[in-house]
């Protein structure tokens, strides 16, 4: 029996993880700790409520993580504040969630000697050129462009210190982009595959030029699922699909399998300091854990994540007022 701590396990990819975590692996006890933030939603874990435990808190919350930790033998943390919009009008609370939590996370995996995975994101690297030969690597210069960016990469700086200083029990991994069930209506495939559900034009910032790497979720916690049983203590690992697509390819192929013309889109003002181009050389984790994507093309996972917003419109559709009032706000 391993008794695992989620943090995060609300969102998005927590969720996801919980359920694959779940099926893959029934003998486990899982705890999720999650602060329900706008994020957050008790909904992503309804179909396992009676398989898990779920606490009602916040990372930061020293007493309340010191307990949690101390009766679990493995911490995965996803906890977040995860929108680059966000950090832009607000970067107050990705300061304390993602810099605090984590460090609060750290001591109390250093006072108990637990294992912990600490879960990143190529941003953290700053961009590429759109014609910079390989990806980044593990050893790529930390070179981060947003506040949400920014305190992700000094939470990754924390782990590290906290392994090599500490000798805690610590591994990480920095993912690209995320696509899948349960993607909040702020993000760019759900706020497109929504828009378009509702009879909205799909909206791109600036050109839609800039190329992100798709990996879907169940890629993403496939691979952390073997860092956590092989991945060396110490070690940072790159998780990544290898499908670079551009924005306007995306919001085209949305369109597709909507059945939209692939022009009925339009442009909206780019976001400031937009990174151009994120990819990875996830060759680490090929070679030494022998991962490999399920989903190497979008278009693999895209017609079924799109097909799960279809057919989960109560799910998303409480959100999707507030996120569009937000992005009138931000002018996109
Ligand atoms: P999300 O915003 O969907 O979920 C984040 C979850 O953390 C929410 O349930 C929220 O309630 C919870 N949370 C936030 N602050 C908290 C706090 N102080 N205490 C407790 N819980 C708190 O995010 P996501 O897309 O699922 O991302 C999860 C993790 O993966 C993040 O660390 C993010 O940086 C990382 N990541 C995301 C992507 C992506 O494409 N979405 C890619 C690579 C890495
Ligand atoms: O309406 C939109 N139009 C648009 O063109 C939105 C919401 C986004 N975009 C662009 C901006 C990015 O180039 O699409 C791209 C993807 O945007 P986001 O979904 O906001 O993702 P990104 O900024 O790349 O960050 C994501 O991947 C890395 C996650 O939100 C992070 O949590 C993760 O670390």
Redesign the pocket.
């Known amino acids: 029996m391993t008794r695992m701590l989620v943090?995060?396990?609300?969102?998005?990819?927590?969720a996801n993880f919980v359920h694959r975590t779940l099926a893959k692996r029934p003998e486990y006890e899982i705890r999720v700790?999650?602060?329900?933030?706008y994020?957050?939603?008790l909904d992503n874990l309804r179909a396992v409520a009676g398989d898990i435990r779920f606490v009602h808190?916040?990372?930061?919350d020293q007493r309340l993580v010191d307990g949690l930790v101390a009766e679990s033998d493995v911490v995965v943390h996803?906890?977040?504040?995860?929108?680059v919009d966000n950090s832009l009008r607000d970067p107050a609370?990705f300061v304390?969630?993602n810099v605090q939590?984590t460090y609060v996370l750290l001591e109390a995996v250093r006072r108990h000697d637990r294992r912990l995975h600490h879960?990143?994101?190529?941003e953290v690297f700053g961009d590429l050129g759109a014609s910079a030969q390989g990806g980044f690597t593990e050893r790529s210069r930390y070179d981060p462009s947003s506040p949400y960016s920014a305190t992700?990469a000094s939470a990754d700086l924390l782990v590290r210190a906290w392994a090599r200083s500490f000798g805690v029990a610590a591994t990480l991994s920095?993912?690209?982009?995320?696509y899948g069930p349960f993607?909040?209506a702020e993000?760019f495939i759900p706020r497109q595959v929504t828009n378009v559900l509702l009879g909205d034009r799909p909206k791109l910032y600036g050109s839609g030029r800039n190329i992100r790497e798709w990996t879907h979720v169940d890629d993403?916690n496939d691979a952390v699922h073997l860092i956590l049983d092989r991945g060396r203590i110490g070690e940072a690992y790159l998780i990544g699909s290898g499908c670079e697509v551009s924005n306007r390819e995306v919001v085209e192929s949305v369109l597709e399998v909507l059945g939209r013309p692939a022009s009925w889109y339009e442009t909206v003002p780019d976001r400031p300091g937009h990174d151009l181009r994120y990819a990875t050389d996830s060759s680490k984790l090929r070679r030494e854990l022998g991962w490999r994507p399920r989903y190497p093309d979008l278009r693999d996972g895209l017609s079924s994540t799109v097909n799960w917003y279809r057919e989960n419109e109560w799910w998303w559709r409480p959100s999707k007022k507030e996120v569009e009032a937000g992005y009138r706000l931000m002018g996109r």
């Open positions: 943090t995060g396990g609300a969102g998005f990819i927590g700790l999650d602060a329900l933030t994020a957050g939603n808190g916040d990372v930061c996803f906890a977040a504040e995860s929108h609370p304390r969630s939590g879960i990143s994101t190529d992700k920095n993912c690209a982009n995320n993607q909040h993000k993403h």
